[in-house]
């Protein structure tokens, strides 16, 4: 146990001496962006315990008090600090179990698309030849295609091979690899020109010549080398990939209607917005842009920081 503990010591204490840290505690968008994004993750992930309702109990709901506008204006309620939609459900505990799912899918599509595209740019980089050739070429073709065109073909696709029925219940693992399958190539770009940098080095000439196999010199030595800059466009892909799940919803064709995401809440709330209930839509919406805008700020700071180049 105490060994534990000094490494942790130690661990934090390197932390502290590091660049990174000193960066971090000298930004103040860096600081204020990553509390807000803390708070949106605790409260997400741990929803059942922070909000003051559950909306998807259909016991503790009441039509009575459908469309009933935020707190602060005359006809609000004080337990309904943002209001309810129109099924009487509290706005502020929809958003936050409707986080949940965009986080969620979008986590896991960019660790998917993280996945698939250093392992097909680092194997590119460090073999070459025609099999380089073939990775980067697929990566320029899709790359004209955008990625939410790219998304909608697979979720297509999907649609017309599997059942409405088995669709609505892989609906969210058919968000996460068509969000995903449509990301890849930025992380095989990327990934593909930091291999072609390292394997160059003297570390990779050294390790050839001792006898180590080509697959322990991509994945031990090269790639904790190249993760820097992969890192960086992951961070900034997670706003894209909440979004992308976000868009997809609000067209239809994410997650059911029943699943509670972004996307949804502000399709189902874009009913109502010109009949006067404008909190349905709007608070969704702010928050996805809040969540959005924190991840690329963080981004940012991240990109200039293990990147000294970059700043200006």
């Known amino acids: 146990m105490l060994q534990v503990d000094n490494k942790i010591l130690d661990s934090w204490e390197r932390l502290k001496d590091s660049d990174i840290y000193f960066s971090f505690i000298k930004s103040p968008t860096a600081i204020v962006s990553s509390i807000i994004l803390l708070v949106i993750f605790f409260c997400s992930f741990f929803v059942e315990f922070v909000t003051p309702h559950n909306p998807f109990d259909p016991a503790s709901l009441s039509l009575m008090e459908a469309f009933t506008p935020p707190s602060w204006t005359d006809d609000g309620m004080a337990k309904f600090i943002l209001g309810t939609d129109g099924q009487g459900r509290d706005m502020l505990s929809t958003i936050l179990y409707g986080s949940r799912i965009s986080l969620i899918v979008g986590f896991s599509a960019i660790i998917f698309s993280l996945i698939l595209g250093v ?4 194997t590119a980089g460090y073999f070459g030849g025609k099999y380089e050739m073939i990775v980067m070429r697929l990566t320029d073709v899709q790359l004209t295609v955008p990625s939410i065109l790219m998304a909608l073909l697979v979720d297509g696709i999907a649609r017309g091979i599997i059942s409405r ?4 219940e892989m609906a ?11 990301e890849w190539p930025q992380f095989a770009r990327v990934s593909r020109a930091a291999t072609l ?3 160059n080095k003297d570390y990779v000439s050294a390790s050839s010549i001792i006898g180590v196999s080509n697959l322990l010199i991509m994945f031990k030595h090269i790639l904790p080398n190249i993760m820097r800059p992969v890192l960086v466009i992951g961070t900034i892909g997670l706003a894209l990939a909440i979004i992308a799940e976000s868009t997809l919803s609000f067209l239809g064709v994410g997650v ?5 995401s972004l996307g949804t809440l502000i399709r189902l709330g874009n009913d109502f917005l ?5 909190w349905i839509t709007f608070f969704p919406a702010i928050f996805l842009v809040i969540l959005a805008f924190s991840i690329n700020l963080l981004g940012d700071w991240m990109r200039d920081t293990l990147n000294p180049r970059l700043k200006k």
Request: aromatic content about 12%; cysteine-free; glycine content about 10%.
């Open 165 to 168: 029925e088995m669709h609505d």
């Open 256 to 260: 059911p209607p029943t699943t509670p």
């Open 119 to 122: 392992s097909l740019g680092l």
């Open 172 to 182: 969210i693992y058919v968000l996460i690899f068509a969000i995903g399958i449509s």
């Open 197 to 199: 940098v390292e394997k």
């Open 274 to 278: 010109f009949s006067g209930e404008w």
